[in-house]
């Protein structure tokens, strides 16, 4: 019941403070008129959403069903810690980029300029699933739900695909894990090529460029990282997170310098400016 009430009375809480915000005239009608109007919109998006809830699940039945139940809850915790990054930030972002960028409707090119400039942002703060899951609002500014639709079926063959490989060929959690990894990253490449080629139609180079330099930063920080987690291995949990994103931040602050994305220094030097 907890975990029913919570959902239903935040849904009812946001609509009275939204209604009351914004008072809306509410009139019955019948008809299929307006319904047409939207329909070739609608019908996309509500087709992407039941296929793209029961493809992000389905890995949590399988699991559950023909592995054990410590397996289902390793995974669903270790799934739950990835996605923390993705959901406090999606769920700010994307909402606000649907109407925004909706204005930007029948001008594709300076939607796609627009999105790739807030793609400096994703890329810096998180990986693939982080900008894969803002490209729906993008897809739903431009009127383009059925290529939205079109990406929904691709990943859920594909993710299901790595699902049931994971399972039932490999037979062991990690190997799940890293087939839902694959599945994302091949997802991703579908989805942007689909959005640029069909929805933006124009080179997708612009988005390729803003990904070379978080792309760099992190093999950077894996080379660090992968000889610390073998040096350290066997200590405290705690003491190694704190070593380990110590070296990530001294060398993302290091690479950021160099290549003149950011002037932390200058920053510094003028902070102490102000100061004194």
Same mark, same amino acid.
């Given at each position: 019941?907890?975990?029913?009430?919570?959902?239903?009375?935040?849904?009812?809480?946001?609509?009275?403070?939204?209604? +009351?915000?914004?008072?809306?005239?509410?009139?019955?009608?019948?008809?299929?008129?307006?319904?047409?109007?939207?329909?070739?919109?609608?019908?996309?998006?509500?087709?992407?959403?039941?296929?793209?809830?029961?493809?992000?699940?389905?890995?949590?039945?399988?699991i559950?069903?023909?592995?054990?139940?410590?397996?289902?809850?390793?995974?669903?915790?270790?799934?739950?810690?990835?996605?923390?990054?993705?959901?406090?930030?999606?769920?700010?972002?994307?909402?606000?980029?649907h109407?925004?960028?909706?204005?930007?409707?029948?001008?594709?090119?300076?939607?796609?300029?627009?999105?790739?400039r807030i793609?400096?942002?994703?890329?810096?703060?998180?990986?693939?699933?982080?900008?894969?899951?803002?490209?729906?609002?993008?897809?739903?500014?431009a009127?383009?739900?059925?290529?939205?639709?079109?990406?929904?079926?691709?990943s859920?063959?594909?993710?299901?695909?790595?699902?049931?490989?994971?399972?039932?060929?490999f037979?062991?959690l990690?190997?799940?894990?890293?087939?839902?990894?694959?599945?994302?990253?091949?997802?991703?490449? +579908?989805?942007? /090529? +689909?959005m640029?080629?069909?929805?933006?139609?124009?080179?997708? /180079?612009?988005?390729?460029?803003?990904?070379?330099?978080?792309?760099?930063?992190?093999?950077?920080?894996?080379?660090?990282?992968?000889?610390?987690?073998?040096?350290?291995?066997?200590?405290?949990?705690?003491?190694?997170?704190?070593?380990?994103?110590?070296?990530?931040?001294?060398?993302?602050?290091?690479?950021?310098?160099?290549?003149?994305?950011?002037?932390?220094?200058?920053?510094?030097?003028?902070?102490?400016?102000?100061?004194?």
């Amino acid at each position: 019941y907890a975990l029913i009430i919570n959902p239903i009375l935040s849904s009812i809480l946001i609509f009275v403070i939204s209604y +009351q915000r914004y008072p809306q005239r509410l009139r019955f009608t019948l008809g299929l008129k307006v319904l047409r109007k939207i329909f070739s919109y609608s019908a996309y998006q509500f087709l992407f959403n039941v296929i793209n809830y029961f493809s992000r699940n389905l890995d949590k039945l399988l699991i559950g069903k023909y592995m054990s139940m410590s397996d289902l809850g390793y995974y669903e915790k270790s799934y739950r810690l990835m996605m923390l990054p993705l959901q406090n930030i999606t769920q700010v972002i994307t909402p606000v980029m649907h109407p925004i960028f909706s204005d930007f409707q029948n001008d594709k090119a300076k939607l796609a300029t627009s999105y790739e400039r807030i793609l400096r942002i994703l890329t810096l703060s998180v990986g693939v699933q982080i900008i894969l899951s803002s490209s729906g609002s993008i897809f739903q500014a431009a009127g383009d739900t059925r290529s939205l639709f079109v990406c929904g079926v691709f990943s859920s063959v594909l993710n299901v695909t790595g699902i049931l490989l994971g399972i039932f060929y490999f037979g062991t959690l990690t190997a799940v894990a890293s087939c839902i990894v694959v599945t994302f990253s091949i997802n991703f490449i +579908q989805c942007y /090529w +689909q959005m640029y080629r069909i929805t933006f139609r124009r080179s997708a /180079w612009p988005f390729i460029r803003q990904l070379i330099s978080p792309f760099i930063i992190s093999i950077l920080i894996a080379l660090a990282l992968i000889p610390m987690q073998y040096a350290l291995e066997g200590m405290n949990i705690f003491v190694t997170i704190i070593a380990k994103g110590i070296v990530s931040f001294i060398i993302f602050g290091i690479y950021i310098q160099m290549t003149h994305e950011y002037d932390m220094i200058g920053k510094v030097r003028s902070l102490r400016k102000k100061s004194l």
